[in-house]
């Protein structure tokens, strides 16, 4: 320690003046005490009749943070989430009673994480109601819409078990993820759906079980090519998930795999079992709605 009293030329560079008390004195509290300090009125004092000088535990370091002091606390959380990490923290802290004039603040990933959920959130549900507003828009019938919105919820489950069965918890990145497979899992949905009604309009099948069929075996390939593309290539990433750099790229990778693995095969293999039945009760055509009416 010391003080910077001037700085040193030398050439180009410079070098701080640091002036410090005798080595000798500065053990010594007696020396201390007696120390001139220099006044407004120019009579030194001695240090001593400034403060009590004593030797006792204590900061090394004193830090402020708008005009507050502040003591920052840091820490790493391994095989656990931050967030409920944090709150369990809470409850502890809580517990042990802070003492008046102080406070404690939970900051770090903790906060950016809180916020970054809270935003995923919100931009989930436009992503989900502009989704239900197209869908609507098209097919005209709220059942269509709901058996669309079935492979959404699959792959939602889907995503969950990825996550549980590759140990990791759930973050920022995951919820990415989950928002990424709002549009894809969709997508089949609205390819299988509306192959059947094509069949109804443009080559005039009767409403039965034999279209049900035919229309699902059509789709199959493209269905399958939808998800197998996007499947095979994240696999690589899912792989390679302990690799540097993957932080962020893996948990991504292995909800949407997970989720599409299980919607897919929801697709094609309940998929049409619900729709000829939700057909069937609603009495054919009367069910799907007036933008899918046989002209």
């Not at 080595?23 to 030194?44: C, E, I």
């Not at 042990?96 to 970054?116: M, R, T």
């Not at 094509?198 to 034999?210: A, N």
């Amino acid at each position: 320690m010391g003080m910077q009293a001037a700085e040193v030329l030398d050439g180009n560079e410079r070098y701080p003046l640091i002036v410090k008390f005798d080595p000798d004195w500065r053990g010594d509290l007696r020396s201390l005490g007696n120390l001139l300090v220099s006044t407004s009125s120019d009579k030194p004092v001695t240090l001593s009749q400034y403060a009590a000088i004593k030797r006792t535990d204590g900061q090394n370091r004193i830090s402020h943070d708008g005009a507050q002091r502040r003591i920052l606390i840091t820490g790493f959380v391994q095989d656990r989430d931050v967030v409920s990490t944090v709150e369990e923290l809470k409850t502890k802290v809580s517990a042990l009673g802070i003492p008046a004039g102080y406070f404690v603040s939970y900051e770090g990933d903790y906060q950016a994480q809180k916020e970054a959920t809270k935003r995923l959130s919100l931009i989930a549900l436009f992503v989900i109601a502009g989704v239900v507003m197209i869908l609507y828009w098209h097919f005209r019938s709220i059942m269509l819409v709901g058996q669309i919105l079935l492979s959404v919820v699959v792959a939602f489950l889907g995503g969950m078990i990825a996550v549980l069965v590759t140990g990791n918890v759930l973050s920022t990145a995951h919820l990415v993820g989950f928002i990424a497979l709002i549009g894809i899992v969709s997508r089949n949905g609205i390819m299988l759906v509306s192959h059947y009604l094509h069949l109804m309009r443009v080559d005039k099948m009767e409403w039965s079980e034999e279209l049900v069929i035919r229309g699902s075996l059509e789709r199959v390939v493209p269905v399958m090519m939808t998800a197998l593309t996007a499947a095979l290539a994240l696999l690589p990433l899912i792989v390679s998930g302990s690799a540097m750099g993957k932080e962020l790229l893996f948990p991504l990778a292995t909800v949407i795999f997970g989720g599409l693995v299980l919607s897919t095969a929801i697709e094609l293999f309940l998929r049409p079992g619900l729709f000829y039945a939700f057909g069937k009760a609603g009495a054919g055509k009367s069910l799907l709605g007036r933008g899918t009416e046989l002209e």
